[in-house]
């Protein structure tokens, strides 16, 4: 069955550190989506994008990064982690007219 | 813009009764929506979604929504909750001529007491 996974599940690193979490989806997708999700403020996107070498920044792409070499994965980039990017992150991804497929989350923490 | 809100932050409801969860949406053109429910430590799962032909859509676990277009709501539904349909409801829309993005509401948390 297809599917979308992260990794690493949960991570912990120091303020400053580069970070990088991955997402892999084998539906074939062209959209993929990175998304954080805090306590008061739901579901706020980062970054997407909509196929092979496209990205576009979301509402909250300050201190990430991504980069799409292929269909199947969209890794997120944290330059200089800082301890507001403590969060839990989620990749999505969807075709054209579909919904939105999820992957279980990465819990971060940035001591 | 697209915007979406849930206005009930929590909602109760006791076992075996009817179950709503409200949202109310904005977009420029047509909408397509859509109900996410998550479990704790886990990733949002698809419910349902609308995207055109009957108002009344049926989806995953005895879960419904009416599209209103005229209240611009979608709200979901279930004749008889489960204790274990208790998590958080995320409604969305996507705005059919802006792209291929989402926009979330803040969550619904449902709590089914027994």
């Known amino acids: 069955d297809a599917e979308i996974t992260q990794s690493p599940r949960h991570k912990i690193t120091e303020t400053g550190r580069q970070v990088t979490l991955a997402c892999h989806q084998t539906?074939?997708?062209?959209?993929m989506f990175w998304y954080r999700q805090d306590l008061g403020h739901g579901l706020r996107l980062i970054h997407y994008s909509y196929g092979v070498q496209d990205t576009n920044k979301g509402e909250v792409s300050d201190g990430y990064s991504v980069s799409r070499s292929n269909t199947e994965d969209l890794p997120l980039t944290l330059e200089s982690a800082a301890s507001s990017q403590t969060s839990v992150y989620f990749c999505a991804s969807s075709g054209q007219y579909n919904e939105q497929f999820f992957g279980p989350g990465t819990r971060l923490t940035v001591l | 813009a697209q915007s979406v809100a849930q206005p009930e932050d929590q909602v109760n409801v006791a076992e075996g009764n009817p179950l709503t969860v409200k949202c109310t949406y904005s977009v420029s053109g047509n909408p397509y929506l859509f109900w996410y429910v998550q479990y704790p430590n886990r990733g949002l799962q698809f419910l349902l979604k609308?995207?055109?032909?009957?108002?009344l859509v049926k989806g995953s676990y005895g879960f419904e929504a009416e599209f209103n277009k005229s209240q611009t709501s979608f709200h979901l539904k279930k004749p008889s909750a489960l204790v274990s349909d208790s998590a958080l409801y995320f409604c969305a829309v996507r705005d059919m001529g802006y792209g291929q993005n989402f926009v979330f509401g803040p969550g619904t948390r449902l709590s089914v007491l027994p």
């Open positions: 539906w074939n997708h062209n959209n």
């Open positions: 609308y995207i055109t032909g009957d108002n």
